[in-house]
Nanobody, 125 residues
């Protein structure tokens, strides 16, 4: 499924950003969705995921309590609300989709096969 991410930018520490990722096509609800990020010189990290139903979510430890993932199937869009941003959150953020059978499962990072282009998030100290 084609994905288009947006919403990155430059923000001071403690600020907020909301990333959006819009998908085209009619099968959006068949996909679990996720957000990954990659900082310079580091491996791509699985930041957050959401099941097809929206009822199950995953967050990597460093963003728990600060980031919130959500999806709007009517708009074919997944969001990542990022609050209390820290300089270590600076990275290129990517949205991704995984076609899964079970509606309540958040897949593992290797199950994501469709990727959007990245959007840069820069947090200054």
């Amino acid at each position: 499924v084609p994905l288009q991410a947006s919403g990155g930018g430059f923000v001071q520490a403690g600020g907020s950003l909301r990333l959006s990722c819009a998908a085209s096509g009619r099968t959006f609800s068949s996909y679990a969705l996720g957000w990954f990020r990659q900082a310079p010189g580091k491996e791509r990290e699985f930041v957050s995921g959401i099941s097809r139903s929206g009822g199950s979510t995953y967050y990597t430890t460093s963003v728990k309590g600060r980031f919130t993932i959500s999806r709007d199937d009517a708009e074919n869009t997944v969001y990542l609300q990022m609050n209390s941003l820290k300089p270590e959150d600076t990275a290129v953020y990517y949205c991704a989709a995984a076609r899964v059978s079970f509606r309540t499962v958040v897949p593992g990072r290797t199950d994501f096969g469709s990727w959007g282009q990245g959007t840069q998030v820069t947090v200054s100290s």
